[in-house]
């Protein structure tokens, strides 16, 4: 292989791939002075799909880089705001989205124009030497041969690859009218849900995209159609939208999308570019769009690393891989709504809209009454806010007896900071404040109903005459000093989880001296060789702790806490009798989903049974275990409808903290799509947590329909007052969010200095 440092001047370049991405990078560098060659292996104008759809961001790159190409595509753009949404026949529009979009074809021949103009090489109907043979004789090597890029396949061993299927199926048509708008639209035949994705991209065409899951796909027999019959079968169940016109094909096949995600993207002097790099779900944009971000990346990376190429390709990726992990989560989110939209159906009408706009989270609720104030406004007033001053996360929620006041909880969150399960001065200003800070509902951390229930020596309990003294100070505090603010107590139990440092001082490991025997479903520990060994639970000790969990639920009672929580997530001892990678039973009380339920049910019953009547009891679930082998989603639905059926009034979905080698998928609310299938499954009402920050978010999650609390914890110790600021920023001064009296004078920001 030559040297990859090259003198500053010219390069050789070697293109694989006559796609957009790999033309576009081709003419870029070819401005910069390069000697570029292409290799497609079809003919020029060779292409499938149809129009292509590119965002302003995206023609903005292409303008500063190359102006030529820019004022083409510009000259041949067909523009819209407007996305129409129809459920059910009734058509709903949001305006003010902005979208450009061209013909895959034509885009291409602008390309080739530009590329021939530069002196580019181009090759086609020709199939590139091998890759080995062009990182020897070229300086660099753009791989932008697609998806299945041989290039990559030829180094996954140093690439990583990894590609997470689909669960639907869809097709690439074509209508010979303009669409006015995006078109979302869906169909509910006896088989299943389906669902259009129509948009312009020339005056008298459209792209239209049909989509619907596998198993509704093989259901109505379209596995076994061609091309024709396909375009043929969905035109007519689409005929309305397409208004008795046909649809037709090119190359057309029923594909399921498989993101892509490398570890790399380089290796020595050849760099993977767009489908060959990464793949991002059709819903939320384009293959395109990514490769062209791509090709302006490039570009810039080579001209700015005065001819070392290594230095350029790792410029390169690490330019564009924070960009595209962005785009991946969001098409993830995108995809998985669609992948799940039968559950969405029987919403509102302008719910469903507003939830499929804001699918991916890119776009919000504040976002889109920028866009289209009317549209927003309207969602808000079918949601039940009481006027148009007052945002949806001050709309008041009742659970049995207990009015909320706004959707803001103070989620759960170890302090570890009792002395022998008592709770002291640090909790009573720890939640205090919190419960001054504007939040309907103000949680405790989990209290635990024994000594050897405890995670830490730091944890809460609630098994002792002092603990409940301690305990009905803080309840007296937050109901005498912030009037209308509910406080809830978690019970729980740490499970084979317990006896270990606090957190700060090696979470999750074992106490170097002073520990207590652990308890759990099965002998499984935690971390195995780290963490001690726990004895499976007998009949004669699950007896005792439904015993101990009512009992803490009576001294609760006493407390005067509004609420209550049985803790059934996060890996804890009711969590490890639900998940079946911590629950290996043999009895009644293992094995089926049924038989893992029995004991959490049997506590839940207990302690339902002293709780007074009026007070709500919610159930904290993990959802998912992030781990193979684990809880399904279709189990999470079937444990939540358990626990609501015994009389839960709301689930608060988690996930994860079941087993230590789990792999979560973190990212911005995270966890809601959990929240959000309970939800929309079976009707009751549910908690959304996890990675929730902005006040915007909240808004949105409610407005979606994807959650009726949101619980936020870390923004909630950064900010004890963040409902009171959410307030602020949103200049809502009604009832769901009062000022306490002392505080008035700080309900709006101090002016800062002149920059």
Request: aromatic share 8%; net charge negative.
């Amino acid at each position: 292989m030559s040297a990859c440092r090259v003198s500053p001047g010219a390069m050789r370049v070697a293109v694989v791939g006559g796609g957009p991405g790999g033309l576009y990078a081709a003419a870029l560098l070819a401005r910069q002075g390069h000697a570029v060659e292409v290799w497609e292996r079809g003919a020029p104008d060779d292409t499938f799909g149809f129009g292509v759809v590119l965002s302003d961001e995206t023609l903005g790159g292409i303008e500063q880089a190359d102006t030529v190409v820019y004022a083409a595509l510009s000259a041949e753009f067909v523009r819209w705001d407007d996305v129409d949404v129809v459920h059910r026949g009734r058509l709903l529009t949001s305006g003010g989205h902005g979208f450009a979009a061209i013909g895959r074809r034509r885009l291409l021949q602008i390309l080739h124009e530009r590329c021939a103009g530069l002196g580019v090489r181009l090759r086609p109907r020709t199939a590139a030497p091998d890759v080995r043979d062009l990182a020897a004789a070229y300086d660099l090597v753009v791989a932008a041969d697609g998806v299945h890029s041989a290039i990559r396949e030829a180094g996954a061993a140093h690439y990583g690859p990894t590609l997470t299927p689909g669960r639907c199926r869809y097709i690439w048509l074509a209508a010979d009218f303009a669409f006015e708008a995006f078109r979302f639209e869906i169909a509910e035949t006896e088989h299943g849900v389906m669902q259009l994705h129509a948009y312009p991209y020339s005056a008298d065409a459209s792209t239209v995209i049909v989509e619907m899951r596998e198993e509704v796909w093989r259901a109505a027999g379209l596995d076994l159609c061609d091309e024709d019959e396909s375009a043929a079968r969905c035109a007519k169940i689409f005929s309305e939208a397409l208004r008795g016109r046909p649809l037709r094909g090119n190359r057309s096949a029923w594909t399921r999308f498989d993101t892509l995600v490398n570890e790399r993207w380089s290796h020595g002097n050849v760099a993977l570019l767009g489908d060959a790099a990464h793949t991002a779900h059709f819903s939320i944009g384009s293959g395109t769009k990514l490769a062209v971000e791509d090709a302006l990346a490039l570009a810039e990376a080579v001209a700015g690393a005065d001819g070392d190429v290594p230095a350029a390709l790792a410029a390169y990726e690490a330019a564009r891989r924070p960009a595209v992990a962005s785009t991946q989560r969001a098409a993830a989110a995108s995809r998985a709504w669609f992948e799940e939209i039968a559950g969405y159906v029987d919403q509102p009408a302008r719910q469903f809209a507003f939830n499929l706009l804001t699918r991916s989270r890119r776009v919000t609720h504040d976002n889109l009454r920028l866009r289209d104030e009317r549209f927003a406004r309207a969602v808000e007033r079918d949601f039940g806010c009481p006027d148009e001053h007052t945002p949806p996360m001050f709309t008041p929620l009742t659970l049995r007896g207990l009015t909320l006041r706004n959707r803001v909880v103070v989620s759960p969150m170890d302090m570890y900071s009792a002395v022998d399960g008592v709770p002291g001065d640090f909790h009573l200003v720890h939640l205090g404040a919190r419960a001054l800070g504007g939040a309907a509902l103000v949680m405790t951390e989990m209290v635990c109903t024994s000594a050897e229930g405890r995670i830490t020596p730091g944890c809460a309990g609630l098994y002792t005459r002092e603990q409940a003294a301690a305990w009905r100070r803080i309840a007296d505090f937050v109901h005498t000093s912030a009037p209308g603010t509910a406080l809830g107590v978690q019970l729980g139990h740490a499970g084979r989880k317990g006896s270990t440092r606090v957190m700060w001082e090696g979470m999750d490991d074992p106490l170097p001296e002073g520990n207590w025997p652990l308890v759990a479903a099965s002998e499984l520990p935690y971390r195995p060789g780290v963490s001690a060994l726990p004895r499976a639970l007998g009949p004669e000790d699950l007896a005792a702790l439904r015993s101990e969990f009512a009992a803490a639920a009576v001294r609760a009672a006493d407390c005067g806490f509004d609420l209550l929580e049985l803790h059934c997530a996060h890996g804890y001892l009711l969590s490890g009798f639900l998940s079946p990678l911590t629950n290996h039973r043999t009895d009644a009380y293992g094995g089926t989903l049924e038989n893992r339920l029995r004991f959490p049910l049997e506590v839940f019953d207990a302690v339902r049974a002293v709780w007074p009547e009026d007070r709500p009891m919610t159930v904290r679930l993990s959802a998912t275990e992030w781990a193979p082998g684990g809880t399904t989603p279709e189990e999470a639905v079937r444990i939540a409808a358990a626990f609501a059926a015994h009389g839960a009034d709301a689930i608060d979905v988690s996930t994860g903290q079941v087993v230590a080698d789990e792999a979560p998928e973190y990212g911005r609310s995270y966890q809601t799509p959990y929240a959000d299938r309970i939800r929309n499954a079976l009707g009751v009402p549910v908690i959304a947590v996890g990675a929730i920050s902005s006040w915007d978010d909240v808004n949105s999650l409610l407005l979606a329909g994807r959650a009726d609390l949101c619980a936020l914890g870390r923004p909630h110790l950064y900010d004890p007052h963040w409902t009171l600021h959410a307030a602020a920023d949103q200049s809502y001064e009604g009832p769901g969010a009062p000022w306490p009296a002392p505080y008035r004078a700080g309900s709006r920001k101090p002016p800062t200095g002149r920059g």
